[in-house]
């Protein structure tokens, strides 16, 4: 299997982290995937909502560290990460995520720009962007404060501090709580509920209801060439030899 495995259920099209050895973590060849998935998605018709998961027992670790490495070596953001972050900020077509256990660093972000979320009972959301001398991305930086408050943003994005399963519905970062062995059906059955909505309609007022896309991709980008800084910056440089030395 690839590690990204997409399918299409009827009008539902599924995209699936499927790198559960290295907890899903995503190599640069993963988000060209996903951007993929999800820009031909918009141009099908037939495809009205779309699931992005992971694996049993682990959503989203992050980055692949040796990719990291190589970034964090050269100051550099791969251009397949800007762009599946541009591709989900516009892209028009609802998203779901099905969320079990860990979703650190964009594995949480991403989910800012999900419709809805269904998360397993064992899910733990982290951003430890700040304590490795770096930053939050994937637009969070705008939307998290617009949708939990400020004070409760701060806590988990430069904190650092994890939410469970239920801190993240009552931050109203996810939608329903559910057993980690009904995730997936879950889903699915949200996915399909929002497909048969008449699909005009739900674009139109989905997108009035998301506001400036525009906005959110100009704080992408910015983020983007400070998270760029941060990661040539002495003290980003301290705090990931730290952390690379502590998973030796």
């Not at 998605?41 to 027992?57: E, M, P, S, Y």
């Not at 550099?76 to 591709?87: A, K, N, Q």
Request: net charge neutral; aromatic share 4%; with cysteine.
């Amino acid at each position: 299997m690839p590690d990204v495995f997409i399918s299409n259920e009827g009008p539902v099209r599924k995209i699936r982290m499927n790198r559960p050895e290295k907890k899903n973590a995503l190599t640069l060849a993963m988000y060209e995937a996903m951007a993929n998935a999800i820009d031909d998605a918009g141009k099908t018709d037939g495809v009205r909502c779309l699931i992005v998961a992971g694996t049993q027992d682990v959503f989203c670790a992050g980055n692949d560290l040796n990719d990291f490495i190589v970034m964090a070596r050269s100051g550099s953001l791969g251009e397949p990460i800007v762009r599946f972050l541009h591709t989900l900020a516009r892209c028009e077509k609802p998203i779901v995520a099905a969320v079990s256990g860990a979703a650190v660093g964009v594995g949480t972000t991403m989910l800012l720009h999900c419709d809805q979320v269904i998360a397993s009972d064992s899910a733990v959301l982290l951003t430890p962007f700040v304590s490795l001398g770096l930053l939050p991305e994937a637009g969070s930086s705008l939307i998290a404060p617009r949708l939990m408050g400020h004070a409760r943003a701060f806590s988990l994005l430069i904190m650092g501090k994890p939410l469970t399963a239920e801190e993240a519905w009552r931050a109203g970062i996810v939608n329903t709580v559910v057993p980690a062995a009904e995730l997936d059906a879950q889903a699915l059955n949200v996915a399909r509920e929002i497909a048969a909505l008449p699909p005009e309609s739900v674009t139109a007022a989905r997108r009035l209801m998301r506001g400036s896309v525009e906005e959110t991709v100009a704080r992408i980008d910015e983020e983007v060439e400070a998270f760029k800084t941060r990661l040539a910056s002495p003290e980003a440089q301290k705090a990931l030899a730290a952390f690379l030395n502590r998973k030796r």
